[in-house]
C-alpha cells in the first residue's frame, strides 16, 4: 500500500514558467513533509520542507502548499530554470517511532526546456 | 565538512553471493539510514541505527541486514543475493530526532 503518492511520473515546462509538482498521501499520521532532488548518479538532495502545522513554506524559487484536510502537497517552483531538471521526490514522516524513516513518492521526472 | 560517503559507488555480483555496503556520515550525525531505489519502487526504506541500535526496519525480508559500529559508521550486508536486489542503496545520516535526511551518492548494485 502506497502511503506517499506522485501521480505524475513526468512534467515538462518551459524556462521561466512555473513547475508545479504535487503529492498525495494517506497516512494521518504523518506530520512532517519534505522534497528531494535527485539527479542521476547523485543522492537525493533535500530542497525544503514543511511541517503539518503550517499551509505553507517559502525558501527563494520554491514554495511548498500542504494541505492537511485533502492530506495534498505541492511544490512550486517559480521561475523554473534548466537547471532544475531532475526527479522530484515527495517524502513523509511521522511522531513518535515512525519519525526515523521517510516515506517517499515515486518521483516526478521535471524536464525544463530552454 | 564531508558529507555522507559511501563504498564502493559500483559493484557487480551474481546470484547466491553476498554483498557488503558501507556508509561514513557526516561527523557529528548518529542516526544513519538505509534506503533501497529500484526503477518502480522509488526510495524504499531498509532500516534506521542510533547509537548501534536498530530502531526502524522496513519490509525486506532478513538477507537485508546491518549494523553500526562505535563511530556511526554503517554497513549493510545482502546475502544470497537475487536478480531483484539490483538496485541503488543509498545511506543516509542525521542528527539525533532531525527529520531531514543528508544523503549519500549511492552504491550501485548489480545482480547477473
Known amino acids: 500500500d502506497q502511503q506517499v503518492k506522485q501521480n505524475s511520473p513526468s512534467l515538462s515546462v518551459q524556462e521561466g514558467r512555473i513547475s508545479i509538482l504535487n503529492c498525495d498521501y494517506t497516512?494521518?499520521?504523518?506530520?512532517?513533509f519534505l522534497w528531494y532532488k535527485k539527479y542521476p548518479a547523485e543522492g537525493p538532495t533535500f530542497l525544503i520542507s514543511?511541517?503539518?502545522?503550517?499551509d505553507k513554506n517559502e525558501d527563494g524559487r520554491f514554495t511548498v502548499f500542504l494541505n492537511k484536510s485533502a492530506k495534498h502537497l505541492s511544490l512550486h517552483i517559480v521561475p523554473s530554470q534548466p537547471g532544475d531538471s531532475a526527479v522530484y521526490f515527495c517524502?513523509?514522516?511521522?511522531?513518535?517511532?515512525?519519525?526515523?524513516?521517510?516515506?517517499f513518492g515515486k518521483g516526478t521526472l521535471l524536464t525544463v526546456n530552454p | 565538512k564531508a558529507g555522507v560517503t559511501q563504498t564502493p559507488r559500483y559493484l557487480i555480483k551474481t546470484r547466491g553471493q553476498q554483498v557488503t555496503l558501507s556508509c561514513s556520515p557526516i561527523?557529528?550525525?548518529?542516526?544513519v539510514s538505509w534506503y533501497q531505489q529500484t526503477p518502480g519502487q522509488g526510495l524504499q526504506f531498509l532500516f534506521e541505527?542510533?547509537?548501534?541500535?536498530?530502531?526502524n526496519k522496513g519490509n525486506f525480508p532478513g538477507r537485508f541486514s546491518g549494523r553500526q559500529f562505535s563511530n556511526s559508521r554503517s554497513e549493510m550486508n545482502v546475502s544470497t543475493l537475487e536478480l531483484g536486489d539490483s538496485a541503488l542503496y543509498l545511506c543516509?545520516?542525521?542528527?539525533?530526532?532531525?527529520?531531514?535526511?543528508?544523503f549519500g551518492a549511492g552504491s550501485r548494485l548489480t545482480v547477473l
Open positions: 561527523s557529528g550525525h548518529r542516526s
Open positions: 514543511i511541517s503539518s502545522i503550517k
Open positions: 543516509a545520516s542525521s542528527y539525533a530526532g532531525a527529520n531531514v535526511l543528508t
Open positions: 517524502a513523509a514522516s511521522g511522531s513518535g517511532g515512525s519519525n526515523y524513516k521517510l516515506t
Open positions: 497516512n494521518s499520521m504523518f506530520d512532517y
Open positions: 541505527y542510533f547509537s548501534e541500535t536498530q530502531r
